[in-house]
């Protein structure tokens, strides 16, 4: 197998309207492309699908269903003042760790998003690929 890159991730949802304002006016993802029940949004690297679901979607945090989506971010207390100042429920505060900070955020859907600033001495090693925090 020859895998080049990640591509998208798709991420099925129950309100698409909502999940849409949150990640394209909250986090702020550009959206792509639209369709009537599939969005795509992204700023580099890999899409971000967002997609109806069919069925009705798994209670309690995205770590109990098995996904958490990782953003890398420039200055986490700046991106994190402005998600709580818009009502995000955030699941773990700003966390120091030698090679970063890591905080938490959920999605209207509970899925967490993982928030991740390198440290000086560690951005060069993180260009090469995203190095942050499970929820645990």
Known sequence: MNIRHLGSVIIAVSDLPKSVKFYNEVIGLPIKNQRESWV???????????????????????????????????DIESALQELKAQK????????????????IVLDPDKYMISLFEPSLQDSAKQASGFHGFAPL
């Open 40 to 74: 795509e949004l992204a700023k580099q690297g890999a899409v971000v699908i967002l997609h109806t679901a069919t069925k009705p979607i798994n209670t309690g945090t995205s770590i109990e269903n098995g996904i958490v989506i990782g953003l890398v971010v420039g």
């Open 88 to 103: 995000v429920t955030v699941y773990r505060d700003i966390e120091s760790h030698k090679v970063g900070k890591n905080a």
